[in-house]
């Protein structure tokens, strides 16, 4: 389909949080990599708590089942999808 566009959003651990002036900002742990995110569309998620960001702000809090389940889906599309060639 032309034209078409997919957002995605990732879920994560919340592993601290700070108010910083009106914004709440977490540092959030995606597997490996550590990121800072926006808590503002969800003000009742705690440190340990799992969230989907998207762009750098946590949308929704997930269940950890379900942020397992996701993280084996990504795992098994980065097995199956074929090595690229540098150049």
Do not use: W
């Not at 651990?13 to 995606?30: D, M, T």
């Not at 800072?36 to 009742?44: A, H, K, S, T």
Request: proline share 5%; aromatic share 6%; net charge negative.
């Amino acid at each position: 389909m032309l034209g078409a566009s997919m957002c995605l959003a990732v879920p994560g651990k919340v592993l601290e949080s700070v108010n910083v002036g009106i914004n709440r900002i977490a540092k959030v742990e995606f597997g490996s990599v550590t990121r800072q995110v926006y808590l503002d569309f969800v003000p009742e998620v705690e440190v340990g708590d799992y969230v989907l960001v998207h762009v750098g702000f946590a949308i929704s809090r997930v269940e950890p089942e379900e942020a397992e389940r996701t993280y084996e889906l990504l795992r098994q599309l980065s097995e199956e999808m074929p090595e690229e060639e540098s150049s």
